[in-house]
């Protein structure tokens, strides 16, 4: 028995990949852009990374080659849930076939949304990476598709008195924070960029999902046909309240960035409590006072 709750249905996510991959370089925007920031991001550390694990088969094949170079490295494993070709691996997130201390660098640029045990997946990473190895990882973050969730909301009050999860949740910054020490990382980095592109109408975002691969997978999702009028009245709503001046709709997408370094001796330590050798009202040049005293 799983130890952690089901979120997803995996089994229909891969199947939601399977169906995309005939078309799947006119969709992947979102995660060639995750993967080339990624890449960029590789500049500001200045030192080489022999061994490379990407989990990922979804973005440009061009940008394999693109990030070997930025990271100096010797050789590139590609791994994804529903791999297009055979030159990469079948992996799936949840369950990573490598023996431990194996990679010098491991990118994750668009998978950890639709896992169920997130900080089991960072664990097992941090397991197969070398010490004192990286973990790159973007993923959508909690701010995304938010215009399409209230409009889906606001649609079924109107006709259904309630409202069902039609968009699955996604991971904020401060719960990425937490999973990356609670998984035991090294000097762990999380920010977020937001990014917002426009679409001819709430139709044309949703066919954009679903060439990517990512429509909803919920475990215990709604089992209801979502219905013609449900779809356009949501597609009504989305127009009336996200609507641009040209007519074309806006959509969020905030995708979290996260980096976290496999423990090693060399790496900076904090300071233990009491250890410092100067104190910190000389330095500001103020006097010290005990709890429970004012200042004049």
């Known amino acids: 028995m799983s130890a952690h709750p089901l979120i997803f249905d995996r089994r229909r ?9 005939a078309r799947i370089q006119e969709h992947n925007f979102l995660i060639n852009w995750n993967l080339e920031t990624l890449i960029e991001r590789l500049a500001d550390i200045k030192r080489t990374f022999p061994k490379v694990l990407l989990m990922s088969a979804r973005h440009d094949p061009a940008l394999n080659d693109k990030l070997k170079s930025a990271a100096g490295a010797e050789s590139l494993i590609t ?3 529903c791999p297009a070709t055979s030159l990469s691996l079948c992996m799936d997130e949840e ?9 010098d660098l491991i990118l994750c640029p668009f998978s950890l949304h639709r896992v169920n045990d997130v900080p089991g ?45 039609r968009v699955h949740p996604f991971i ?23 990014l917002t592109v426009t679409y001819d109408n709430a ?3 949703m066919q954009d999902l679903r060439g990517m691969g990512e429509t909803q997978a919920l475990h215990m999702r709604e089992t209801t046909m979502t219905g ?14 996200f609507g641009e001046a040209d007519g074309r709709i806006r959509t969020t997408f905030e995708m979290v960035f996260l980096s976290g370094w ?27 006072m005990g709890a429970g005293e004012r200042a004049r």
């Open 203 to 205: 139709f044309r975002l």
């Open 121 to 165: 997946t960072l664990v097992q990473l941090r397991r197969i990476l070398k010490a004192d190895g990286l973990l790159l990882a973007a993923f959508p973050g909690g701010e995304s598709l938010i215009e399409l969730r209230q409009s889906f909301m606001k649609a079924e009050l109107a006709q259904r008195n309630g409202a069902r999860l």
């Open 262 to 288: 496999a423990p090693h001796q060399s790496q900076q330590q904090p300071l233990r409590p009491g250890s410092a050798q100067s104190r910190l009202a000389d330095a500001l040049g103020t006097q010290e």
């Open 79 to 81: 791994g994804d849930l």
């Open 228 to 241: 013609k009028n449900l779809l356009l009245e949501m597609a009504r709503t989305y127009q009336e309240d």
């Open 172 to 194: 904020d910054r401060q719960q990425a924070a937490a999973l990356m020490q609670r998984a035991g990382y090294a000097l762990p980095v999380i920010d977020a960029e937001r």
């Open 95 to 103: 369950f990573i076939p490598f023996s431990s201390n194996v990679f």
């Open 13 to 21: 996510i891969r199947r939601q990949q399977q169906r995309a991959q």
